[in-house]
């Protein structure tokens, strides 16, 4: 169990799939971080696990490659708890994205006190790619940006 | 004169979960064509196979699903390491079944809470269902994470497992690691009843005249389990033949508005006989084969040995999800790791077989290997592809029976036919575009 007012970041993506690995790779670095007051869960599973992962009394950050439009590495902050997130209105199984994860912990009165989501757009998700240097860029700017937000980190 | 054409649309997502549409007619009052059509490559897995290695369809395949990988990866195990006359048993059977377990729990529950039961209450998603029962839906949360969490211990991942080769796994999870279940399962099995107390309060539909009840329901059947792996393939009227032989009788054939093979046994189109597989086939199959404690809840709900209405397969699939939780909690009881993670499965030349009930019915896999190991032929029949048929009868009949009904009341009813059988395309959810021409 988590105490009060810790940090969990939640990588989401897929390392073997180039810039999806993003989510991921931010855990990596902030665990090197050797934060005292921030757990990091790289996430793999179903998305509607998600309300399940956290406490009600986490701050959260979610961290998730989002759809390139052109501007690799530009990051999007989200406040999930201020703003509602475009969800399906049916869940199928492909559709049940993040935003109906947070609407669903809505309904179950299972939100944290804080919760960000993170977007970096990324560029290349082939198989077994690397992240690309703008996405690498990016992913060390949020991890140093969470390690500010601890100033015990030391980051 | 009364002219109805309906449309509807699945999106096209992977193999199983394809593109569909329903198109009906219906002049004079007669039900003219129904159509299921899938618009997905069906065999381009098979094509993907040949001149892989003998090794490889445990991880390629699992790929073809999302909700069901486990299933793909033991067909293809059991296929590939029959032509080795290799057959673990012990921990790693048992170890099989947990994952199995894993698997069904987490499908069954997915579609039941979030994809059939809003059919049901009368909303449009689990979400709104959690609106109106925020106790039950956070249980019902926490049993279908217990499903993935037993996928990630023995698998490796909670989604397309990573663990599974030939002969077993490549590591074998500790006592240790499985006893971290037990708290889980013991929630977990109060949730399956929970969820199955209440999806027996639902008002089911039915079809009259449905001329599916006459079709065949096929499924395995092991001498002393409910069966997962292993077993005979086995009908509610007479059929009982080797896994191996299996593959003789089914007949695919093609038909111009799906891209996915329709099938049939021991005939062609015309002459083969319709059948279906799935949660009804194994309830009536092998019913007698599951603990007492789950025949008593079944008792409880007046859910018969035999059940043919289709609207009532979400509770066979709460009774499977019961099971599967005490089948978990049994296996984990019981583990002790085997002294091999995996048996030795030699390079072997010939054909195998291998058929396995994943969550919406039997999942049939052939291979035929060359003496260097290398797939020269690859054949794989999905539930879904099985059920089509089925499918289509029970939308014929439903509109012929339902033609009263409003447009937009008879699509929501169309859907929820389709949904019935859990097809894997767009996972069945409230997916159609609807339309209607009465020819007014």
Not at chain 2, 240 to 247: E, K, R
Not at chain 2, 336 to 343: C, F, G, K, V
Not at chain 2, 353 to 370: K, N, V
Request: proline share 6%; hydrophobic share 40%.
């Amino acid at each position: 169990m988590n105490a009060p007012d810790r940090l969990l970041v939640i990588g989401v993506g897929n390392r073997d799939r180039g810039d999806d690995g993003v989510g991921p790779v931010v855990c990596d670095l902030v665990e090197q971080l050797s934060l005292p007051y921030v757990d990091t869960i790289v996430f793999e599973g179903s998305v509607l696990d998600l309300p399940l992962r956290w406490s009600t009394t986490n701050r959260v950050v979610i961290v998730d490659a989002a759809e390139p439009t052109g501007e690799p590495g530009r990051i999007t902050t989200t406040d999930g708890l201020a703003e509602r997130l475009t969800t399906p209105s049916t869940v199928s199984t492909h559709t049940i994205d993040v935003g109906a994860a947070i609407e669903m912990a809505r309904v179950l009165d299972r939100l944290p006190v804080e919760l960000s989501i993170i977007g970096i757009e990324g560029a290349e998700f082939g198989f077994g790619a690397p992240l690309s240097s703008a996405v690498e860029r990016s992913a060390h700017r949020v991890a140093a940006d969470i390690g500010r937000r601890f100033p015990d980190s030391g980051y | 004169m009364t002219h109805k054409t309906l449309n509807l649309n699945v999106p096209t997502l992977t193999r199983v979960e394809g593109e569909g549409a329903l198109h009906v007619t219906v002049e004079n009052g007669q039900v003219g064509d129904v159509e299921l059509e899938i618009y997905e490559p069906p065999r381009m897995f098979e094509a993907f196979l040949r001149g892989r290695g003998a090794a490889e369809p445990v991880d390629i395949t699992a790929r073809i699903c999302g909700i069901c990988p486990v299933a793909y990866q033991m067909s293809a195990a059991h296929a590939i390491e029959s032509i080795a006359g290799v057959h673990p048993g012990g921990a790693i059977r048992e170890l099989r079944r947990l994952l199995y377990c894993g698997e069904w729990i987490e499908s069954h529950v997915l579609h039941m809470a979030f994809l059939h039961a809003p059919d049901f209450v009368g909303v449009d998603s689990g979400i709104e269902i959690a609106r109106r029962h925020p106790e039950l839906m956070a249980e019902v949360l926490h049993l279908k994470k217990t499903g993935n969490r037993i996928m990630e211990v023995v698998g490796g991942r909670p989604i397309h497992p990573v663990n599974v080769r030939l002969g077993g796994f490549y590591r074998a999870p500790t006592r240790a690691e499985l006893g971290t279940l037990d708290s889980d399962l013991e929630r977990a099995h109060a949730a399956a009843l929970a969820l199955l107390r209440w999806v027996a309060t639902f008002d089911y539909p039915s079809i009259p005249g449905r001329l599916a009840d006459n079709t065949e329901y096929v499924s395995l059947r092991h001498g002393s389990e409910y069966p997962f792996n292993e077993g005979r393939i086995v009908s509610n009227q007479g059929l009982d033949v080797d896994v191996a032989t299996f593959g003789e009788r089914i007949r695919e054939y093609h038909v111009a508005h799906s891209t996915a093979l329709h099938a049939t046994l021991g005939g062609d189109e015309g002459s083969g006989r319709h059948y279906q597989t799935g949660p009804l086939a194994r309830w009536m199959n092998n019913a007698d084969l599951v603990p007492g404690s789950v025949r008593t809840v079944a008792e409880q709900l007046g859910v018969a040995e035999i059940e043919t209405n289709p609207f009532r397969s979400i509770l066979v699939r709460g009774l499977e999800t019961l099971w599967a939780v005490e089948e978990a909690q049994r296996i984990i009881a019981g583990y002790r790791p085997p002294t091999q993670a995996a048996l030795d499965v030699p390079t072997t030349a010939g054909v195998g077989h291998g058929c396995t009930e994943a969550p919406r019915g039997i999942l049939y896999h052939r291979y035929e290997i060359d003496s260097t190991g290398t797939i020269t032929d690859a054949v794989i029949i999905p539930p879904t592809s099985q059920n089509q048929d089925a499918i289509e009868t029970d939308l014929r009949d439903f509109v012929a029976s339902h033609l009263d009904l409003d447009d937009h009341t008879l699509g929501h009813r169309c859907e929820q036919v389709i949904r019935n059988y859990d097809p894997c395309i767009s996972c069945a959810t409230h997916f159609l575009r609807f339309s209607i021409d009465r020819g007014d």
